[in-house]
């Protein structure tokens, strides 16, 4: 059963938003999937507070540059790479943007995943002005908190300015929200008639979108054409002329008003509903060539690829109600390839704060209460008291975004309660799973988690337990020590099956693509025993230390060791033997303002000693910014592998280089090109390459 059958409300809304992009729809190598669940902003009295809520835990290693500047760039930590799935892989490794409501933030300018690096994500965060920034990670290890205080960077007189008129400029901006022209009118008017500097335009130029929306149009033209003629230069000016254009040539007739004159009801206000449409839109060329040095050039990628993340959210006192679509279809120019289609997200939210409950229906994510994937179902929950939370949840496992149907074999359901604030400091979740694959029992597995967090220090830990097949299938435990402003220590303990034991896992190697086709092979108890056959179990210790230097420095060291138990041979395949206990040690230096205003760069050295090599790696990631509109971002990696088993070495050199230049405030261009030389030599045989990538579009923020 499609998808796109089940939701075709669903369909009819993305439709009616975007349809031109949806009839050119292309591939998905930066698909904004899973990482992230959702974006926030909050304003209050000092300051905005952007808040990132993950899909599963993120541990938070450090942030350059420390308190100041145009960009800001978060480095996190994995706490497993077994816990994500191949999708993940790929928005952690490549730019993949964030979206959140731009009639909030007004100075942050783009929010994008974005580091070639799996096991060292990072976000970056990027300002129209410098800005003065605070980084906070919450207690549960699944949010940041980025705070971009109001008076970031402004000139004197700006500042005084901000100062004395930000209070009167929030009330209007909410009124304007809220559809409430009048009262926005009159705010503005009077700020933009005491004020100057870049509060005045930003208060003359809602004045005018204000009396335009309150169809005030001979009053609006007046304030587009004051604007222009104080303010003639810029984005600001070009935006401004279009509208302008638009009310001279539009037709004369008076357009309905958007909302009754007479003033509201104080109840009626208070129902009232906000509405905001924003995410954005992407298109990409990407091709990826390899020439050999004995034999000829070959061509591995050549495909165009085009993104859609569309988000529609309505806000009332009480209630909000949020969609959002996530999807791609990759168009594949090389012979024999086949296009292909990606659906990660596809969901209705309503949550009501009032009584604390909420729903939401379709496809999403989840990596609490027992789920820990993509899933296509219905996730609802209800406060019973004010500290106590009971949820259930019932759906169907979504392997791949690639997967665009409902896999109906497949299914879960499951509870949990979530206990808050019953003992000061301390939460608890404990949960209950089943899931069935055709007839067959899949998972039945009770568990938990618990998060702790006072003054500086966290603890987060959660277990799994399989009741069917008497195995502990996840146990994890992660706790960060701020020792001080400069200083903070961490250490985490996993250990998990991987992959996740379920029955399902009994089809590898067998040639199978369902677990039904084993049902006339195998009875149900062997079935269970190939499945635990087939799983492994790994354990990870990871011990780090996070240190500022100064405001410009940064130095974050940590070492991990993991133990990787091998599997048993059975029902004719082969098992793989452990591989005993490998160590990974990562060193890097964080910088900013090294060379030019507000640059950022990470510099880093790994080492890792393994069952069946030594491997030593460089990298360098730096970012500039050339006038107002350019961003370069260079990088270079070299890794040098030396076997131990075999008589064996590898070194490979990646230069790359990106551009981005920012056309207008909704549109840049990004060009990225790079270079691989690869030499490696196994035994008496050598082999000497040269591979090179260009990676070029366009991308619209909304």
Not at 75 to 87: G, K
Request: hydrophobic share 35%; proline share 2%.
């Amino acid at each position: 059963m499609s998808v796109y059958n089940i939701f075709p409300f669903f369909i009819r809304l993305i439709a009616s938003v975007s349809c031109l992009v949806m009839m050119t729809l292309a591939p998905a190598q930066r698909t904004y999937a899973r990482v992230v669940e959702n974006v926030t902003i909050d304003e209050t009295t000092e300051a905005t507070e952007v808040t990132i809520n993950f899909s599963f835990p993120m541990q938070y290693i450090g942030h350059i540059p420390g308190s100041q500047g145009d960009n800001l760039r978060i480095q996190f930590r994995l706490n497993s790479q077994n816990n994500i799935d191949s999708d993940d892989v790929r928005i952690l490794t490549s730019r993949t943007d964030l979206t959140w409501d731009h009639s909030k933030a007004f100075s942050l300018q783009e929010m994008f995943w974005g580091s070639g690096d799996i096991s060292r994500p990072i976000l970056t965060l990027l300002f129209n002005r410098h800005s003065n920034f605070e980084v906070e990670s919450i207690e549960d290890a699944r949010s940041i908190v980025i705070r971009i205080k109001h008076e970031d960077g402004m000139a004197d007189d700006d500042l005084k300015q901000y100062q004395k008129y930000s209070g009167l400029l929030r009330e209007a901006m909410a009124a304007f929200r809220g559809a409430d022209y009048e009262t926005t009118i009159r705010l503005l008017t009077t700020i933009e008639a005491n004020s100057s500097g870049d509060i005045h335009k930003q208060a003359l130029e809602y004045l005018g979108l204000a009396r335009q929306r309150n169809n005030q149009l001979a009053h609006a033209k007046a304030e587009y054409e004051k604007f222009l003629a104080l303010y003639p230069d810029g984005e600001d000016a070009v935006r401004i002329r279009q509208r302008l254009s638009a009310l001279i040539t539009a037709d004369q007739q008076a357009r309905p008003k958007l909302r009754q004159t007479d003033t509201p009801s104080e109840e009626k206000e208070k129902g009232a509903w906000e509405t905001s449409v924003y995410g954005s839109l992407s298109q990409f060329y990407f091709r990826d060539e390899i020439n050999p040095k004995d034999s000829e050039k070959r061509t591995n990628v050549s495909n165009l690829t085009t993104n859609a993340n569309i988000n529609v959210r309505s806000r009332s006192e009480d209630s909000e109600v949020r969609f959002q679509f996530v999807g791609s279809h990759q168009a594949d120019f090389l012979e024999g390839r086949e296009n292909k289609k990606r659906l990660s997200r596809l969901f209705v939210d309503y949550q009501n704060r009032k009584y604390g409950a909420g729903i939401k229906i379709g496809r999403q994510s989840k990596s609490n209460g027992g789920v820990l994937g993509r899933f296509d179902g219905v996730d609802v929950g209800a406060k019973a008291t004010d500290d106590i939370k009971i949820n259930a949840v019932y759906g169907h496992p979504v392997m791949s975004s690639r997967q665009t149907n409902i896999n109906s074999e497949r299914k879960f359901y499951g509870a949990s309660i979530d206990f808050e604030n019953v003992a000061e400091n301390w939460d608890f979740t404990t949960y209950f799973i089943e899931q069935k694959n055709s007839s067959l029992l899949d998972r039945r597995a009770v568990g938990g988690e618990v998060n702790y967090f006072n003054n500086g220090k966290t603890l987060f830990a959660m277990l799994d337990y399989d009741l069917h097949f008497k195995e502990l299938n996840l146990a994890m435990i992660n706790t960060n020590w701020v020792l001080s402003p400069e200083t903070t220590i961490y250490l985490n303990m996993d250990y998990r099956k991987s992959p996740l034991l379920t029955s399902t896992n009994a089809i590898q190697g067998q040639g199978v693509e369902k677990l039904s086709d084993l049902f006339t092979l195998y009875t149900e108890d062997e079935i269970f025993l190939i499945a635990a056959d087939r799983t492994a179990a790994i354990k990870t210790l990871t011990a780090g230390i996070n240190q500022a230097i100064d405001d410009q420095f940064r130095l974050s060291a940590d070492i991990t060791a993991t133990d990787l138990k091998g599997t048993v041979s059975s029902a004719g395949v082969i098992g793989f033997p452990g591989t005993g206990t490998e160590l990974y040690t990562n060193v890097q230096l964080l910088g900013s303002n090294l060379i030019a205003e507000n640059d950022s760069h990470i510099f880093g050295i790994r080492f890792n000693d393994r069952e069946r090599d030594k491997t030593f790696g460089l990298y360098l990631n730096s970012r500039f910014r050339v006038g107002k509109l350019l961003r370069i971002n260079p990088r270079l990696r070299l890794d040098y592998r030396k076997g131990k088993q075999i008589s064996s070495k590898r070194l490979i050199i990646r230069p790359t280089m990106k551009l981005d230049y920012r056309v207008a405030k909704w549109l840049s261009l990004e060009f990225e090109g790079g270079l691989e030389w690869r030499d490696e030599t196994v035994l008496d045989l050598t082999q000497s390459s040269i591979g090179n990538y260009i990676y070029v579009g366009y991308r619209s923020i909304f």
